[in-house]
């Protein structure tokens, strides 16, 4: 039956309308009933997020980027900075926030902000008709869009994948001989991956996760749980590290360069997801016996090159940094500690602060994240949901850059301070059900693909993630502040001080009324703004 929808009645359509493409700059909105609205791009209309529209600044000019639940989408303001001697002449109104900038108080560099280039993400993204195809990785990437400038690529498959499969199954082709990269590398990831990089204005670090060797190589003789056959210092976890350096190999020969790796992605897992079931000792000696060996061999020696370990929920941080760190040569040579948001509502995260208290060298990295991944109590896509926007953005802060206000509304999210410095995402994009994935763990993401109807929607997760990744670019400096409120309920706040000398301030409004926010800073004054209920701002000044 012929349909108005069919797909090559729209990829005519297309065909004809690829060199019409309008930049339409502002929001084409769209309200799937979960509370606030997705943002439509299709091949004529497309909002983007350009900065020359956002005229900054005189000197003690304010300029406000504004995003709410109501449906603004980086609406933009100003505010002038008035003479502190005015602040004696008015009062508060009731439920207000008043926050001191101080830029002597100094804590993390910022390393960026991306999201990961999954085989469902690329496939989802190559679904969609070539113009629109690299106007969702400019979305993502370049100037009229988030500016990330970040990216996490799996080794082999995950469970964001169509099929189970690794790079070799050739059982007892011990050399890897016969290890080649897959279509999904060829055809997919690496042409988004060299799409990001070439629309990016900053370089793009890169770093790659393992989910599961060849089934050959494992206990299971299955992709998801089992462990490595044998044991360290023996031969399947010797082609284990060959592989993942191979990789890496693979990888260069098509010149992309990866920045770092992770030392496997959640490694504890031993269940229905591809896995490998690492212990902190199992890894400590694999890295000490085989990954880290080979890596110099290679030339991916620690200065040139971040190792990265952990890459699972918190909890775990600190049993595998203990163990992991008591070798002095894997201690030396690992960058960084990775880690995963999916129970940082449960587990305190103070293990988070001790952890970058404890390894004060080390980086510390939020390097998974996404919403509608609890099937118990949520469904995978919610078209527009606001919450999940706000979750993330409490994420962000809170794991990040950490100044909590009030717990009170978030009783279930626990106080940090302290210092991670980066930000990435999972899946770039996914279709209308949270797919594909070949064990049906659908979840959700920023931006949704319709690639039946020729279209795609940003979620207000894009949105929120832009708040910070686009006005926060790498090195960046945290800066203290301090806090005066009058209400229970809490904002959200975190500052920074650009390479452009510029400060960054975001707050997160996630009450349902309206705040009075008052920001000072000792350079120009003061100036007071009304943070409407359900929003978040960035504000920017010199
Ligand atoms: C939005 O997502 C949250 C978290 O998954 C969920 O609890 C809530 O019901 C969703 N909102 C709507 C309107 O569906
Ligand atoms: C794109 O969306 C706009 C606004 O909804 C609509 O007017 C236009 O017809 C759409 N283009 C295509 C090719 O569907
Ligand atoms: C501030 O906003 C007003 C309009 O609201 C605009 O006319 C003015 O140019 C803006 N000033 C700056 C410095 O961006
Ligand atoms: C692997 O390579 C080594 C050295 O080149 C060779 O001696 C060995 O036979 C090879 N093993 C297999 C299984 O191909
Ligand atoms: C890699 O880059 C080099 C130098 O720029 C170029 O000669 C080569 O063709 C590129 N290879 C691929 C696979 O893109
Ligand atoms: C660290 O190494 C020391 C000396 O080898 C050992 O006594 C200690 O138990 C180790 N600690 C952990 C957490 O592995
Ligand atoms: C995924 O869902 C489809 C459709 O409901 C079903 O046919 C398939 O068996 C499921 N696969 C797994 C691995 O659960």
Not at 186 to 200: D, G, H, M, R, T
Not at 303 to 324: G, R, S, Y
Not at 461 to 467: E, K
Request: net charge neutral; hydrophobic share 40%.
């Amino acid at each position: 039956m012929f349909s108005l929808y069919s797909s090559s009645y729209i990829k005519l359509l297309i065909l004809i309308q690829v060199i019409l493409i309008v930049v339409s700059r502002e929001c084409i909105p769209r309200d799937f009933g979960k509370g606030s609205i997705v943002c439509v791009c299709n091949v004529t209309h497309c909002d983007d997020l350009k900065l020359d529209r956002m005229k900054t600044n005189e000197a003690d000019t304010v300029t406000i980027v504004e995003s709410t639940k109501s449906g603004k989408r980086f609406y933009l303001k100003n505010v002038s900075f008035k003479s502190a001697a005015h602040f004696k002449q008015r009062t508060h109104s009731q439920n207000y926030i008043d926050v001191t900038i101080d830029r002597t108080k100094k804590k993390q560099t910022l390393i960026g902000f991306g999201g990961s280039f999954t085989d469902s993400a690329t496939i989802n993204i190559k679904s969609l008709p070539q113009a629109l195809e690299q106007r969702l990785i400019e979305d993502y990437y370049s100037e009229n869009g988030l500016e990330y400038n970040m990216g996490r690529i799996p080794i082999g498959g995950t469970d964001f994948s169509t099929r189970a499969y690794a790079y070799n199954e050739f059982d007892g082709d011990y050399n890897l001989t016969r290890f080649a990269l897959s279509n999904e590398d060829l055809e997919f990831k690496i042409p988004a991956v060299k799409y990001a990089e070439k629309v990016s204005k900053q370089p793009v670090l890169l770093f790659a996760s393992s989910w599961s060797a060849p089934k050959w190589m494992k206990t299971s003789r299955n992709i998801c749980g089992g462990t490595l056959r044998g044991k360290p210092g023996g031969r399947f976890y010797k082609i284990w590290a060959d592989y993942n350096v191979k990789f890496l190999e693979a990888y260069r020969s098509l010149n992309i360069t990866l920045w770092g790796m992770t030392a496997g992605n959640e490694p504890t897992q031993d269940y229905y997801i591809n896995s490998m079931n690492f212990s902190p000792e199992t890894q400590r000696d694999f890295l000490k016996l085989h990954l880290i060996p080979k890596l110099e061999q290679h030339g991916y020696t620690a200065d040139k090159f971040k190792l990265m370990i952990v890459d699972t929920n918190i909890q775990h941080i600190m049993p595998f940094a203990e163990v992991v760190f008591n070798d002095s040569y894997v201690e030396s040579y690992v960058s960084g500690i990775a880690f995963h948001w999916y129970f940082n509502r449960i587990f305190s995260l103070n293990v988070v602060t001790e952890a970058s208290e404890k390894y004060r060298d080390k980086l510390f990295l939020s390097t998974e994240a996404c919403a509608g991944w609890n099937k118990e109590i949520e469904e995978a896509v919610s078209l527009g949901n606001w919450t999940r926007a706000e979750a993330y953005a409490f994420d962000i802060i809170q794991v990040q850059f950490a100044i909590q206000i009030d717990l009170i509304a978030l009783s279930n999210f626990k106080v940090l301070n302290h210092g991670a410095q980066a930000w990435v995402d999972w899946n770039l994009a996914l279709d209308i059900d949270g797919g594909p994935s070949w064990i049906n763990n659908t979840v959700d993401a920023p931006i949704i693909v319709n690639a039946e109807h020729g279209e795609y929607y940003k979620n207000p997760m894009f949105y929120v993630l832009g708040h910070f990744s686009k006005f926060i670019p790498r090195s960046s400096v945290r800066i203290g502040f301090e806090v005066q409120k009058s209400i229970l309920n809490n904002a959200i706040l975190t500052a920074f001080e650009t390479p452009q000398n510029n400060i960054a301030l975001v707050v997160l409004n996630p009450n349902e009324f309206d705040v009075e926010l008052v920001v000072r800073d000792a350079k120009y004054g003061f100036f007071s703004v009304e943070l409407l209920a359900n929003s978040i701002q960035t504000f920017i000044w010199k």
